[in-house]
């Protein structure tokens, strides 16, 4: 006689109004926005985070490390940055207990480590819930926010011949410092910010050769955040009062001349090179058949939005990215993103930059939810 299996049946998922996927500098700031809109701490509204601490992607970053901005500069809504004692610009250290302490200030509801695999309708119903899969239980939400940034994405191209490269390879990510470097031929390859102040770092201990698709653009030396973030709040209003497109950022440059960045040009090692054609097993060949011999290759060619949790969904467009207006998911309504870069907000994925693009997102959220229309404001609008 076969015994009978009894399977349990699923938990219940937990249920909330609003539910935030992502505890770095986006999710708190969108938190944060979601305490002052009256929405009860655990209850109404929770922040997922699949790291095991506060800090965001800081916590990763190499330990050199350091802001373009002053802290007055560099803070989330609510609370500004502590002043840094030291000279110069606060290194990422100073970021990561800011984040923690921010954090423990509003008495965020933060749940890590938790892993969120999965947004889906939970049926046809429009106006009906979001469903969040995750390996220690499922969720339910009103409206999530997507805040999960690009670090868990490094972008990694495909180059002729990288597969029989006899050295190492390793992508900014996993950079650490330039102590490992002493004395080897270094390639680093990329044309911004990353690239600079990794090559700048390494030639002091290395023998390296910068590569890039494109000349790369240096900004003035007096040029920091405080002014990039002018600047891009300048081009968001003359865009929403109908006016012409000033390019913003993009016009001034690309690399910011933090420091190290100046003293390695002043010293002659940030002298770029035309990128590759191929990889060969002992370095890099260009077309014209010259060769650089190299021990190490260093990708610093950024991150792509980490947004394979939303896939259930099927909201992406042909470059992979979700549609947007705000924040807002154009064919999804209780979905918002929140920090990805531009496309989500001016200026979203930096710190002083998220706080507006995330009023805007919970001023969205807080009207749907009355049972307003909901999903019809800007980034202007707030």
């Known amino acids: 006689m076969t015994a009978t299996v009894h399977v349990p049946p699923p938990a219940p998922a937990a249920t909330v109004d609003v539910l935030v996927i992502g505890g770095g500098q986006a999710g708190l700031a969108a938190a944060y926005y979601l305490r002052r809109s009256g929405l009860t701490a655990g209850a109404e509204y929770v922040v997922l985070d699949a790291a095991p601490a506060a800090g965001g992607a800081w916590q990763h970053n190499w330990p050199s490390l350091r802001l373009f901005s002053p802290p007055e500069y560099s803070s989330l809504p609510g609370w500004p940055m502590p002043p840094y004692p030291e000279d110069g610009y606060p290194p990422a250290s100073h970021v990561v207990d800011y984040l923690t302490r921010y954090e423990q200030r509003y008495a965020l509801p933060v749940r890590r480590p938790v892993r969120v695999q999965s947004v889906r309708r939970a049926d046809g119903d429009p106006r009906g819930r979001l469903e969040v899969d995750t390996p220690s239980g499922a969720w339910s939400a009103r409206a999530v926010i997507s805040a999960t940034g690009t670090w868990g994405r490094p972008f990694l191209p495909r180059y002729p011949g990288m597969e029989l490269f006899g050295g190492h390879q390793l992508h900014s990510a996993d950079y650490v410092g330039p102590d490992g470097f002493t004395g080897r031929r270094v390639v680093v390859v990329g044309g911004g910010n990353t690239a600079a102040q990794l090559l700048a770092e390494i030639s002091l201990v290395a023998d390296t050769t910068w590569v890039t698709l494109r000349p790369p653009r240096f900004l003035p030396d007096d040029v920091d ?94 470059d992979g990215r979700i549609p947007t207006v705000g924040t807002r998911a154009r064919d999804e309504p209780r979905l918002h993103l929140l920090g990805y870069g531009d496309w989500t907000g001016p200026a979203s994925a930096t710190l002083v930059g998220v706080g507006r693009t995330a009023r805007a997102a919970v001023a969205d959220i807080t009207a749907l939810l009355s049972g307003g229309e909901g999903g019809i404001r800007t980034h202007g609008a707030v």
């Open 225 to 318: 955040g405080r002014v990039l973030f002018d600047v891009a709040t300048a081009r968001r209003r003359a865009l929403d009062a109908g006016g012409p497109d000033t390019g913003g950022v993009a016009g001034l440059g690309d690399i910011v001349m933090v420091p190290t960045v100046r003293a390695a040009r002043d010293r002659g090692d940030l002298v770029p090179q035309p990128m590759f054609e191929r990889i060969t097993p002992t370095g890099v060949v260009w077309s014209d058949g010259r060769e650089q011999r190299a021990d190490v290759i260093v990708w610093c060619t950024g991150f792509r939005p980490d947004l394979a949790h939303l896939v259930p969904l099927g909201l992406r467009g042909p």
